[in-house]
């Protein structure tokens, strides 16, 4: 009676050793869940213009259809007269496609936006009694890893 006891005794070690090792394995088998890639924006430089008075600038292609524009305002004269008006147009039939810019007085500011598609464009620069600085970046979206 005890022979069969310790073989038992031993055959179930034997068996829970087993289990053990199989579910270590199992365990260390296991590839890790890579983790999802973050959305990333950056930003292309596309083209800076500066002036007083109108302007009209040479076309440009957009993939994206995303833009950042930056502008400033100075040496507003006469005070309380000056006005800003940034306007991206069609660069196949000229139409307004985004109005950018609409600003009164000196200042600054940056405004992010967006057409319905990609296209060529080109700027009109609306500008009355003040010095201007206008810069356009295109938006691209990518993944970090």
């Known amino acids: 009676m005890m022979r069969r ?4 005794w031993k055959a179930e070690i034997g068996y829970r050793r087993a289990c053990l090792i199989l579910l270590f394995l ?10 999802p ?12 213009w500066s002036g007083r008075g109108d302007k009209q600038t040479e076309t440009f292609t957009s993939d994206t259809g995303g833009f950042r524009v930056h502008w400033q305002t100075t040496k507003e004269a006469p005070g309380g007269g000056g006005r800003l008006r940034v306007v991206f147009r069609s660069g196949d039939s000229g139409r307004e496609i985004i ?20 296209r060529w464009y080109y700027l009109t620069i609306e500008s009355a009694n003040v010095d201007w600085n206008v810069s356009v970046d295109e938006r691209i979206e990518g993944e970090a890893k």
């Open 37 to 48: 890639a973050r959305p990333v924006v950056t930003w292309k430089p596309i083209g800076a």
């Open 99 to 118: 109005e950018a810019i609409d600003a009164r007085g000196a200042g600054d500011g940056i405004e992010e936006v967006a057409a319905d598609r990609p």
């Open 5 to 8: 006891f310790r073989r038992i």
């Open 26 to 35: 199992t365990a260390a088998c296991q590839s890790e869940r890579p983790e």
